[in-house]
């Protein structure tokens, strides 16, 4: 059974950094791309930055120049998001993705929260 599961969240002050993880297992092979998504309060889910299986990245145009996506190249499974210069609206439930172009499922984690005070 494969999990997803995000950690790393909490309060910060605007300007401020804070680094999430991601950890995904139950699987032996995905080939997968690595996503993390985020939630504002009363707002739609929204993506924010991706790892593809090749090692490519994307980012969100609000996330730019500030936030960094990584995974740890000894265990594919192990997913980072850096986050500096927050802003307050960057507060939100980010949710790490997980998705297996083997048998074309996506895997989402339960998300962490990120807190912002200005």
């Known amino acids: 059974q494969v999990q997803v599961v995000e950690s790393g969240g909490g309060s910060v002050q605007a300007g401020g950094s804070l680094r999430l993880s991601c950890t995904a297992s139950g699987y032996i092979y995905c080939r997968q791309d690595m996503s993390w998504y985020r939630q504002p309060p009363g707002k739609e889910r929204e993506f924010v930055s991706t790892i593809a299986w090749d090692g490519s990245t994307t980012y969100a145009d609000s996330v730019k120049g500030r936030f960094t996506i990584s995974q740890d190249n000894a265990k594919n499974n192990k997913l980072y998001l850096q986050m500096n210069i927050l802003k307050p609206e960057d507060m939100a439930m980010y949710y790490c993705?997980?998705?297996?172009?083997?048998?074309?499922?996506?895997?989402w984690g339960k998300g962490t929260l990120v807190a912002i005070s200005s």
């Open positions: 993705k997980m998705k297996c172009w083997v048998n074309g499922v996506d895997y």
